[in-house]
């Protein structure tokens, strides 16, 4: 095991500030693995920095500037990789250094491994009471943005947002996807009163607000990113190679490897609104009251109107959109050592202190024809060993369909996750008594889309 370094950030799984260490006190899963038989890839740490750091093969500096389009993903809405990133805080938060060989079992993952939102609603009312109204603890409390409009999250005196994982204020996006999901459930309450509901409106609601989050997760954004035929497959046939037995556990095949194909398709600037772009970092931080400028229109963001269509992600391949390889000291802490700036470094860097498999000996066990050297294209910089399971299920995504969807690795491995974690909760929306269908109001009958609660939620 290397030892820590002085130079080692604080914080190293997104943003978790250390002061807001102690608020979180549920969540005390273990993390497994999903191929326990495959032996770990064991490659050089100069090669993963000559492949992951600033200006390396997975900058995409060259090609995501704002004019070039080549990043593009032309059937993949920007705000669906920050939907993405809102599903990765509910599940998974390892706060853990990065160490070489760190021992799996003496890591803990500071979320419950379930598609809860527990991100959203910390230990609820009784517990986490200054996330709610004091005036009606049903409802969220929301926060006012220098407008003085009910848009931003609560914050304390300092600027610090008062939300069940700090996470979600990293950028002001993804801030505003959470104050989006508060309003959602606030929503709620008043369509169950409007309907002169009884009992316990608060659990009601959440209830709501958790199962049409889930058919959005199974429906929409695992179509989107894996494709249909995994999905179908996956409903109908079950799981073939991520098993549990009682409790599910996130897998680090996923979270430090799969799962983080979506830091691929962070564009390096978006539109927010009419009137305002800017570069994700560091323009973008959160961590901080929102400006009314900022306000985001989710026209631009998902398929919502017709006639606006929304901004592309970026396509899931090898690159990564600069801002990301060069990362604020409000992410990282103030490291003097720039490759810890790079995400793409610290992705190949955990995976490879968890002895994390390759990808192609995972293709091998899937029965999946695995990816060539020349495919992979690492060679000729000088790389002799498999390929890292997260480069490889970019270039897959890349080779396999030009990035528009992941790949059959990346694919299985989330959408086979992303379901279990379903079928292992014995309250999501897939263990109720009889089939489940949406039951909130959408422009469809039997279904439920994103567009369809961002407008029940009032925010488009
Ligand atoms: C602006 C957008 C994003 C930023 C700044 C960001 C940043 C980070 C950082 C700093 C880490 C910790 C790296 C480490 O030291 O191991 C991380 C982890 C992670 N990210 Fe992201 N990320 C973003 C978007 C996404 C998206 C779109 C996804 C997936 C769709 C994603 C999935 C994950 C996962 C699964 C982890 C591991 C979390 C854990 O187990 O603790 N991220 N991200």
């Known amino acids: 095991m290397t030892p820590k370094t002085a130079t080692q950030p604080a914080v190293t799984s997104c943003v978790i500030a250390p002061h807001l260490k102690d608020d979180i006190t549920q969540g005390t899963s273990k993390y ?7 032996p770990c890839n064991d490659c050089d740490e100069a090669a993963l920095l000559d492949i992951g750091g600033s200006g390396s093969v997975l900058d995409a500096a060259d090609v995501v500037d704002d004019g070039a389009r080549q990043g593009d993903n032309p059937c993949i809405p920007a705000g669906w990789p920050v939907f993405g990133q809102f599903i990765a805080h509910d599940i998974t938060a390892d706060r853990s250094l990065l160490q070489h060989h760190a021992t799996l079992g003496e890591i803990r ?16 009312p009784s517990g986490s009471p200054y996330m709610f109204d004091n005036s009606d603890t049903d409802m969220f409390l929301l926060g006012m943005d220098d407008a003085n409009i009910l848009d931003d999250l609560p914050r304390n005196s300092q600027g610090r947002a008062l939300i069940g994982d700090p996470r979600n204020d990293v950028q002001q996006i993804i801030t505003q996807m959470h104050v989006a999901f508060l309003k959602f459930h606030n929503a709620i309450v008043g369509w169950l009163r409007g309907q002169a509901k009884t009992g316990d ?29 995994v ?18 556990f996130i897998p680090v095949e996923f979270s430090d490897a799969a799962y983080r194909f979506g830091h691929s398709q ?13 570069a994700i970092f560091p323009d973008l931080i959160g961590f901080r009251l929102l400006s009314h400028d900022r306000v985001i229109d989710w026209r631009l963001f998902f398929a919502v109107d017709v006639n606006q269509p ?29 490759q810890e700036r790079s995400l793409a470094y610290r992705d190949l860097q955990r995976a490879r202190a968890l002895d994390m498999p390759s990808g192609e000996a995972v293709a091998r066990t899937m029965g999946v024809e695995a990816l060539t050297p020349e495919q992979v294209g690492l060679a000729e910089r000088g790389w002799i060993w498999e390929t890292p399971l997260w480069y490889y299920v970019l270039k897959e995504a890349e080779v396999a369909g030009a990035g528009v969807t992941l790949g059959p690795v990346g694919g299985r491995i989330v959408t086979e996750v992303l379901i279990g974690l379903l079928d292992g909760d014995p309250m999501s929306y897939r263990n109720a008594e009889a089939p489940w269908q949406p039951e909130l109001p959408g422009a469809q009958p039997g279904t439920f889309t994103m567009a369809d609660l961002l407008r029940f939620a009032g925010v488009v």
């Not at 391949?317 to 060069?326: E, G, I, Q, R, T």
Request: aromatic share 12%; glycine share 6%; no cysteine.
């Open 201 to 229: 409106i608060f659990s009601e609601a959440q209830r709501l607000v958790r199962w049409h989050y889930q058919w959005i997760v199974t429906h929409e954004f695992l179509p989107l990113v894996a494709g249909q035929a």
């Open 32 to 38: 497994g693995r999903m191929f326990p038989d495959l």
């Open 109 to 124: 993952n500071f979320r419950s491994p379930a598609l809860n939102l527990e991100s959203v609603y910390g230990a609820g």
């Open 231 to 248: 999905v179908d497959d996956v409903l109908v046939h079950g799981r073939r190679f991520y098993a549990f037995d009682e409790q599910p």
């Open 310 to 338: 929304p901004q592309p992600s970026r396509r899931i391949d090898a690159k990564v959109s600069h801002p990301l390889v060069n990362l604020p000291d409000a992410i990282v802490g103030a490291t003097q050592i720039p």
């Open 266 to 278: 962070i564009r390096g600037n978006y539109r927010l609104n009419e009137h305002f772009q800017a």
